[in-house]
């Protein structure tokens, strides 16, 4: 059973397993299935689901709250993330002639109401930005989070890919906490491990959120020197540890680093769902650790 944990001191509770949506619009579900396959995960402990406006050309949102209009009580076993800030060219905004960001005070508060009416809910528990804006000026944003708060529609505030410096920027404006970091951890892309991004977070004890755990699926099928050193390595230590599948390994993987990070599923099988929970089992060393490490860089520790 998945436990919940809070992610920033005295802030929100997620659950330590995330449910992702961002493919949802390519798993040919029906709304009941859709609801089916909410409850199912629910019942595993994994109550925080993953989403942002863009997702699936601006459907994801819309699909995700027709299944939950079936049986709105769900709602309040739940915990919903999304974000905003991404314009990007679409049939939805044919006017658009380049993808950009955009965290104005009147975007962030109009996606956010667009994400409420799309989702079938009253209030979002924590709205992201997305992306890092160059464009961003931290008083604004925070003016919106602000009006969002006051308002009720949103609980609590985060960001997702931010460099340490980008979060301690917007974190100045604030007076609550930002309370997650969304960034990709995998075994072939962890600069985040490197560049201070997790030291920041475990400093201030804020869980981050770890996208795209299993690269996109390159660490299953890539055929890269790295690709396959990586693929390689994770199988002997699943055969070590006994390990349904290299992808647990992953999981344990990232949920090895101190920072604590909370992982995003991106399946929609269950049954891929219920491996990632059994993952929670699986404890590596420091020494397996580092031998994904290794694998990944081509090389040992200086």
Known sequence: MVSKVEIVPKGPQFSELVQGYWRLADWDMTPAERLVFLKQHIEMGITTVDHADIYGDYHCEALFGEALALEPSLRDQIEIVTKCDIKLCSSTFPLRRINHYDTSKEHIIESVNNSLSRLNVENIDVLLIHRPDVLMDADEVAEAFATLKQ???????????????????LQSRLDAPLVTNQVEINPLNFE???????????????????????????????QSEQQ??????????REEVGAESIDQVIYAWVRRLPSKPLPIIGSGKIERVQAAVNALDIELTREQWFRVWGASKGHGVP
């Not at 960001?159 to 920027?169: I, M």
């Not at 201070?196 to 299953?220: E, H």
């Open 151 to 169: 308002q009720g529609k949103v609980n609590d505030f985060g960001v997702s890919n931010f460099s340490p410096a980008q979060f301690d920027l």
């Open 192 to 222: 985040v491990a490197h560049d201070g991004t997790l030291d920041l977070l475990q400093m201030k004890r804020i869980k981050p959120m770890a996208w795209s755990c299993l690269a996109g699926g390159d660490i299953f099928s890539g």
């Open 228 to 237: 396959v050193r990586v693929r390689n390595e994770l199988e002997l230590i």
